[in-house]
């Protein structure tokens, strides 16, 4: 049986790949957000799941802004890293779980999740990012990936509350499916950042802890927030943190916080991290 056994929530941002990328991680600037996922690490290197479902936003890179689904999931056996303009990073090729994936895809959408299908689709910083925080820089990633895109760019995104349901309806999906998997979910983007007009630049610590304590805590809360109140105070790109309320969905209703790390800043971004296992 396939057992879902924790979460991961952790931001994105597109300079930490280059870092990485680059050779940059033990600059001044860098190193003190990767020693925060050391933890990490270690703690995945033990833990060796199958495959992680990772919730994340394409930034019109693999859609244009002609077609923006709401939920896409990946069901392909592979997925390129996306060239974002200054060519493709130097990461593996993903590799999917198309067996797992069709399952999700089936379970979710006759559970009334209308989920966009992809069986072709590039992966960009939303997805190539996490995974280099995960696992550094191995010739191949050491797990499969199941990629749920989110649309967090174009108003009007899904609600935090219905991005919680669908991590509900995931962990459902995860544990009918018979053949062996142990399965992390991780959401990510954010925490506090705005990239573009008068406020860009704005971080909103206060704002991000009590998040970071909430997620853990008191997701039923956090899942009522609107919209207007994570653009308000953690800023336009803010909004990209309603994805970790799919991945606290997925888990149990109390959570063994396993790991915290919050950093600011990464570019314009005030970084956050955080693994939560089901009891
Ligand atoms: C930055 C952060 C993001 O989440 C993103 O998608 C692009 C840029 C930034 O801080 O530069
Ligand atoms: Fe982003």
Excluded at 11 to 35: C, N, Q, R
């Amino acid at each position: 049986m396939a057992q879902l056994v924790a979460g991961i929530g952790t931001s994105h941002v597109p300079a930490i790949g280059m870092a990485l990328d680059t050779g940059k991680t033990a600059e001044p600037y860098w190193k003190p957000l990767f020693a925060g996922y050391e933890f990490t690490k270690a703690w995945l290197a033990r833990e060796k799941p199958d495959v992680i479902i990772l919730v994340y936003n394409d930034h019109a890179n693999a859609f244009s802004m002609d077609i923006v689904p709401t939920f896409a999931l990946g069901c392909a056996a592979e997925y390129q890293p996306a060239d974002e303009g200054w060519g493709a990073r130097p990461v593996p090729v993903v590799k999917g779980d198309p067996e797992l994936a069709w399952h999700l895809a089936e379970s979710l959408i006759l559970d009334e999740f209308d989920i966009t299908i992809v069986n072709k689709m590039d992966v960009d910083h939303g997805l190539t990012v996490p995974l280099s925080l995960m696992f550094g820089q191995p010739p191949a990633w050491p797990c499969k990936v199941i990629p749920l895109a989110v649309n967090v760019i174009q108003y009007p995104p899904p609600t935090g509350r219905r991005c919680y349901a669908l991590g509900q309806a995931i962990r459902r999906a995860v544990e009918a499916f018979g053949p062996e998997r142990r399965v992390v979910i991780a959401g990510t983007g954010g925490l506090s950042h705005q990239i573009q007009g008068q406020r860009a630049g704005l971080i909103n610590s206060a704002w991000d802890h009590a998040f970071l304590d909430q997620i853990t805590n008191d997701p039923e809360t956090l899942a009522r927030i609107p919209h207007v109140d994570y653009v308000r105070e953690a800023g336009s790109e803010g909004i990209e943190m309603v994805m970790w309320l799919v991945m606290r969905g997925a888990l149990d209703a109390r959570v063994k916080e396993l790991h915290r790390f919050y950093h600011v800043p990464a570019s314009n971004t005030a970084v956050g991290h955080i693994v939560l296992e089901n009891a």
